[in-house]
């Protein structure tokens, strides 16, 4: 546990380097410590340590720990089918996947049913990979402008990528360019429910380069709570259920 609080000060230091190597302020860049299959023990190390804003990839992880959680922003960062929207759309503060008008439409509906507006980011597959989810850096402005025109209880706060995994992270940084062009010029757009302040774009091994290129959300996992182990996440889940059931 004593790692988490020690990751967390170097990852905030490699932010703050390479904030100040482009020339900004590291404080300016949002760090979401990403908590996928990791515990609310972990989560809460992680909070007290001074992380104000957590990231998870599934709505069944969002669901499982949610109650155990100390006060945080939730960030959904992962691919959601419009059938499970309903069961976070009151607990997360961004959802930072839309890459769809019909997955906009849903989250529209159900903030809509719950009286609130839900911000956004529209997500960019940037370097067109099969494997991945997003829109083309081409048709993002489609999506926003199709946004901006059907749902009213939605505000898009800016962009969201994953870049390909390189060897070296520098390889990537025209990806990040690119997504970062597109960022300042959709931001242009004048239409109360746009509000650009967000583009999430960096991972553990890739963070440095993104904030380089004009990132100012950093979604980091593995270069904070060490590497993920799926199994072990199952079990401790498995274990929860049995224990409760009695
Ligand atoms: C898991 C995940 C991350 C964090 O990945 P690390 O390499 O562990 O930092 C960031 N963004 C998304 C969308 C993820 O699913």
Redesign the pocket.
């Known amino acids: 546990m004593e790692d988490i609080k020690k990751n967390i000060e170097g990852v905030r230091a490699k932010i703050s380097e390479a904030a100040a190597a482009a020339g900004r302020d590291g404080d300016e860049v949002i760090l979401v410590a990403?908590s996928?299959t990791r515990n609310p023990e972990e989560i809460n190390t992680a909070i007290d340590a001074g992380i104000t804003d957590i990231?998870e990839?599934k709505v069944q992880e969002i669901m499982d720990k949610f109650e155990d959680i100390k006060p945080v922003r939730w960030h959904m960062?992962?691919h959601l089918q419009t059938n499970k929207v309903k069961y976070i759309i009151d607990k997360v503060d961004m959802i930072?996947s839309v890459d769809s008008i019909k997955l906009a439409k849903e989250i529209n509906k159900r903030a809509k049913a719950k009286d609130l507006v839900m911000d956004i980011l529209v997500q960019i597959n940037p370097a067109e990979e099969e494997s991945k989810f997003g829109v083309t850096i081409d048709g993002a402005g489609d999506l926003v402008r199709e946004i901006l025109d059907t749902c009213e209880n939605i505000r898009i706060r800016g962009l969201m990528s994953?870049a390909p995994i390189a060897e070296d992270p520098r390889d990537v940084k025209p990806y990040f360019d690119g997504v970062k062009a597109k960022y300042d010029e959709l931001a242009q757009i004048d239409d109360p429910k746009l509000d650009f302040k967000y583009l999430s774009m960096g991972?553990?091994?890739d963070f440095a380069v993104a904030i380089e290129a004009g990132s100012n959300l950093v979604?980091?996992?593995?270069?904070i709570f060490g590497e993920?182990d799926y199994e072990k996440y199952r079990k401790e889940q498995e274990a929860k259920k049995n224990g409760s059931i009695q």
């Open positions: 990403v996928k990231g990839n960062i992962g930072h994953v991972m553990s091994h979604r980091v996992g593995s270069a993920r």
